[in-house]
Structures are given as C-alpha cells and as structure tokens.
C-alpha cells in the first residue's frame, strides 16, 4: 500500500448506529487531518492530529470523536450521526516541519450516508 | 474570516485551448498554496504547492503563480485535453499547522 489509505470507502449507518472510519498512512508524515466535504461547499477542516496529539478541533459536534493511536493511523468515531452528517470524509497527511514544504496528501475519502 | 474565492465556478471549453483558473484569498501572511483536482467521488489529487517565498512552480502543461501582495494565485493550463476535466480546488495554510483553507473550486469540463 502507499499513500493515504481510507477505509470503508462507502458506510450506511443508521441515526443510532456507532461506527468508525480508518485512515492510513504510509508516507512516514507527522500529521494527519480530517476533513468534511458535504454537496455544494468547501472543504471543511475538523481535526488535525501532529505528532499524535490534537492540535485543532474545528467546532465540531461531540458525536465524531477522533482518534490517533500513531503517527501512521487516525480513526473518527462516528455516534448518533444525523442525516445533515452525510457528506465525504477525507483523511490526509503531511509533514510539518520547518524544513518540509507542508504538502497535503488525501486518501480517496470514506462516502457517508446517515439515514 | 479566512476565505478562498475561485473564478469561475464552472468552464466548459473545446479540447487544445489555454485555461486560467483564478483563486483569491483575504491571508496575505501564508504559509504554502497548493492547488489540487478532483475527480467526482474521489479524493484530492495534489497538482502544484507554491511556498510562500515562490512566485511560480511548473509541471508540465500545469504552471502556478502566487501573487501575496494582491491575494491571488492563478492556475495555467496549457493546451487542454479532455482528460483534464474535473474540478480544481486551490488552498492556502496559514503559518502552524499548516491548516488548508480551501476555495469552492472551479469545475472543468474538456470535450472533444
């Protein structure tokens, strides 16, 4: 595998279901981000992970929970979603350091639909 | 509020025509500016990063310039082909983290 990685690619889940969404990344980066892309609007920015910590929560609601076990892995933990939520959630990664040029890289987004 | 602004939202040409892709942002004080496409139900391809200290980078048919003073990067490319069409998004990162602020993009259609 190289690059981003996400998994599933499409989820349908119910307002009551709890699922979560996989992100890999196989390019050795030390920050990784989520981001929304809903119909008709700019991607959003809702979490950045540097150096496994968090580093940004973008106001948003407390049903995505995110997670970063490493520097190679990043989970949202999707609870009690609406269906407003339904929307294309990328994964990326980077390098954040003084020497690199901060390059974005996207995995292929995981398609979310919330009935 | 930090916002991006991409001119025009959509642009259908013939095949072989020079296109320019025009972006704005209100930040004079970024970090990098990336320009990215992406095809429908994909994800982000990155096409060209211009650093802060640049004016312009090139990859092959692709050339970006950044103009900080006036809030502009315009997206060049040359010589369209149909497998061009899909939308491009250009963002910038403040200093930090390097956290893109993304435009609304300009959806591209090349036909034969």
């Known amino acids: 595998e190289t690059g981003v990685t996400q998994t599933p690619r499409h989820l349908v889940m119910g307002m009551t279901n709890k699922k979560s969404l996989k992100c890999e990344q196989h390019?050795?980066?030390?920050?990784m981000y989520w981001y929304k892309q809903s119909a008709k609007k700019p991607l959003e920015l809702m979490f950045v992970y540097s150096l496994e910590e968090r580093v940004e929560n973008n106001s948003v609601p407390s049903r995505f929970s995110p997670e970063c076990p490493n520097s190679s892995h990043l989970f949202l933990h999707l609870h009690t979603l609406q269906p407003e939520d339904s929307a294309l959630y990328l994964c990326a990664s980077s390098q954040v350091s003084y020497r690199d040029t901060g390059e974005l890289f996207f995995g292929e987004g995981s398609r979310l639909t919330v009935l | 509020k930090q916002e991006v602004t991409q001119i025009p939202a959509a642009l259908s040409v013939p095949e072989g025509e020079n296109l320019v892709l025009n972006c704005s942002f209100t930040d004079s004080a970024i970090y990098n500016l990336q320009w990215f496409r992406q095809d429908p139900g994909k994800g982000l391809t990155s096409l060209l990063l211009?650093?802060?200290?640049?004016r312009e980078q090139t990859s092959g048919r692709l050339n970006a310039s950044l103009d900080k003073s006036s809030g502009r990067s315009t997206l060049y490319i040359a010589a369209s082909q149909p497998g061009d069409s899909a939308t491009y998004l250009c963002a910038f990162a403040n200093e930090g983290y390097n956290k893109l602020i993304f435009g609304a993009g300009t959806r591209l259609a090349v036909h034969p």
């Open positions: 211009i650093q802060s200290s640049q």
């Open positions: 390019l050795g980066h030390n920050a």
